[in-house]
């Protein structure tokens, strides 16, 4: 080999073994953009917002939160799925994420093929919550008094297929119970009617609507969805104890487009999991009975996998169709 044949092929080996951290190493150079597929104001969408303002402080550069709500988070999560895969465009995505395969009949993107996950951000528990003056104290007592009036007793969710939907038919099937779904447009809605009496259980898939009211002594929880109990309420056992195997959570994480380069994926994932895992991040989150986490992409992967096949067993078992 001549010498200046040897000096090409050096630099190109040279080029193709640091190209990838050299892009890595420029990754932010303008602003990045985390699409909300929600409206402003909700759980989402104020993760979003903390998480945004510490993540841009931490790599320099502008971290714009873009509200895109529609089609119950369809609209903004195809935005991403068709932008380029170059990390300047991010997903800040829900459960309903891992329900549209089941309930879409002509989903514009594939909820895991389309998207490489960064991060788990933080996990909400859902809860059974029932009114002060319910005459159920437990879910034991509560499984009981629905058997004794089969359809009578009627719960809340907000809109069919949405995460408190689904955890109710998840709970009525494996408890064996008859219940009488109503749906509203909003959780305050669902709260109103339970406090009001029109309804007497209500699945909540955010606490933050509820905690206020429980802590106004309006409302109680009779279960929550995790395995274990909550620090943050210490006196509510797991749903689990009395129905084995119940567990639902409701999330927040963060999506990237396919094809997103690997250096660029593991640096957001190193930045924000340091925001996450942040003591400031847990504490200011934990009245509204949002639990930080932060993992790798591979883990986050497994939650959504997990509860795609989930939601579509319990979607068709109760055959539930998109409105």
Not at 59 to 80: F, L
Not at 139 to 148: D, W, Y
Not at 174 to 188: E, L
Not at 229 to 252: H, M
Request: glycine share 10%; aromatic share 8%; no cysteine.
């Amino acid at each position: 080999m001549r010498l200046g044949e040897l000096h090409n092929y050096l630099f190109l080996l040279l080029f193709f073994m640091t190209g990838p951290a050299r892009a890595a190493d420029t990754f932010p150079v303008r602003p990045v953009r985390i699409i909300v597929p929600a409206g402003a104001g909700g759980v989402t969408d104020v993760v979003a917002r903390v998480v945004s303002q510490r993540l841009g402080d931490r790599i320099g550069q502008q971290v714009i939160v873009d509200n895109r709500p529609g089609a119950g988070g369809v609209t903004g999560s195809e935005i991403v799925a068709k932008a380029t895969p170059d990390g300047y465009t991010l997903l800040l995505a829900f459960p309903s994420h891992a329900v549209h395969p089941s309930l879409v009949a002509r989903l514009p993107y594939d909820s895991v093929k389309s998207f490489t996950p960064v991060t788990l951000i933080s996990v909400v528990a859902p809860a059974i919550a029932v009114t002060t003056n319910f005459p159920a104290r437990s879910v034991q007592e509560f499984i009981v008094l629905a058997k004794e009036k089969p359809g009578t007793l009627n719960f809340g969710s907000v809109g069919s297929g949405s995460l408190g939907h689904l955890s109710g038919e998840l709970f009525r099937a494996m408890a064996g119970i008859r219940v009488t779904q109503i749906f509203y447009k909003g959780a305050p809605q669902v709260m109103t009617s339970l406090i009001g009496g029109e309804i007497q259980v209500y699945f909540v898939a955010s606490m933050a609507t509820a905690l206020p009211q429980v802590k106004a002594g309006r409302v109680r929880f009779l279960g929550v969805a995790t395995r274990e109990r909550l620090p943050f309420l210490p006196d509510v056992p797991p749903i689990a104890d009395t129905v084995p195997g119940y567990e639902v959570q409701s999330w927040n994480g963060l999506l990237a487009p396919a094809g997103t380069p690997r250096p660029t994926v593991e640096l957001l994932n190193r930045e924000v999991v340091r925001i996450v895992k942040a003591p400031a991040f847990g504490e200011q989150f934990a009245a509204e009975g949002i639990v930080a986490v932060g993992n790798t992409p591979e883990e986050f992967t497994r939650v959504i996998v997990t509860d795609i096949a989930k939601w579509a067993k319990v979607i068709k078992a109760a055959g539930i169709k998109s409105e």
